[in-house]
């Protein structure tokens, strides 16, 4: 029997898969260091995440690439999915945002939640600790933004 937190985070990321990104990347370096935005910076009452964004950076040792975006409730939060380089599977992310500080939750299967990220989204660096769900497994991560969508 799956918990309440559970069964919305399983909802959420059904929410998510209308929108994954089919993208893979190979980490080349040059790829990872020439793309620029302008930064993503917060201030009272702006959203963070008021366009979709793209990042990519590292997972421990692990090259990684995620895109994240407001759910279609704003009201309810964050979501997105990551790939690690040189695999094909996207792992799901649904979260919130308040002023710079995120927390997500990821699954892998689209059931479980199998890891959290806790961090802070500054300028265009996203930072902090992944960690498994009973904290026995921590990883730093830091990402850079490399792309903001247009409002349309």
Avoid: C
Avoid at 29 to 52: C, H, I, M, S
Avoid at 97 to 103: A, L, M, P, Q, Y
Wanted: charged share 20%.
């Amino acid at each position: 029997m799956m918990s309440r937190e559970a069964g919305k985070f399983a909802a959420a990321l059904v929410l998510v898969l209308g929108f994954a990104s089919a993208s893979v990347f190979a980490g080349n370096d040059k790829v990872f260091t020439e793309a620029a935005a302008a930064p993503v910076t917060a201030t009272a009452g702006q959203n963070l995440f008021a366009r979709p964004l793209t990042l990519r950076g590292t997972l421990g040792d692990a090259q990684i690439e995620m895109h994240l975006q407001l759910k279609p409730d704003p009201t309810e939060g964050i979501q997105g999915t990551y790939t690690i380089a040189g695999q094909s599977t996207k792992i799901l992310l649904a979260g919130e945002s308040e002023n710079t500080d995120v927390i997500m939750e990821e699954s892998i299967n689209g059931k479980d939640v199998s890891g959290e990220w806790a961090g802070q989204l500054v300028g265009n660096t996203f930072s902090g600790t992944w960690s498994t769900m009973d904290d026995a497994v921590t990883k730093p991560f830091v990402l850079t933004v490399l792309s903001a969508k247009p409002v349309k």
